[in-house]
């Protein structure tokens, strides 16, 4: 049974640090991201690791996405964090590699973990 799970949310002052994990297991995945979602918002795209990394423009030089593939595991380090920052953040992962601009498609993604929440405050 494959299950994602994310840890590492909490609660920051603005222009604190977080750091997200993303425990896969049952099997690896060619292609790891992060999406995130406000309340009464889309889910928006917000960093992803495949044969190349991407980013949305909204955390470029302040969030950075790496993976462990001894432990299969991903993580977001998030530095310079914002209020705007605030929302739940999924862990998504896929079978295939993703390029451009499918890698920031939710639909493209086949497992997603429980969302882990990151508050920041002003």
């Known amino acids: 049974q494959v299950q994602l799970v994310e840890s590492g949310g909490g609660l920051v002052q603005a222009g604190g640090s977080l750091r997200l994990s993303c425990a896969a297991s049952g099997r690896t995945f060619n292609t790891s991201a992060w999406f995130r979602q406000a309340p009464g918002k889309e889910r928006v795209f917000v960093a992803a690791i495949s044969r190349r990394i991407y980013y949305a423009d909204s955390v470029k030089g302040r969030f950075t996405i790496s993976r462990d593939n001894a432990k299969n595991t991903v993580y977001l380090q998030m530095n310079s964090l914002k209020p705007e920052d605030t929302a739940v953040y999924f862990c998504?992962?896929?079978?295939?590699?993703?390029?451009?601009?499918?890698?920031?498609?939710?639909?493209?993604?086949?497992?997603w973990g429980q969302g882990t929440q990151v508050t920041v405050s002003s």
């Open positions: 998504a992962a896929g079978y295939k590699y993703c390029s451009n601009y499918g890698c920031y498609v939710a639909d493209e993604y086949n497992y």
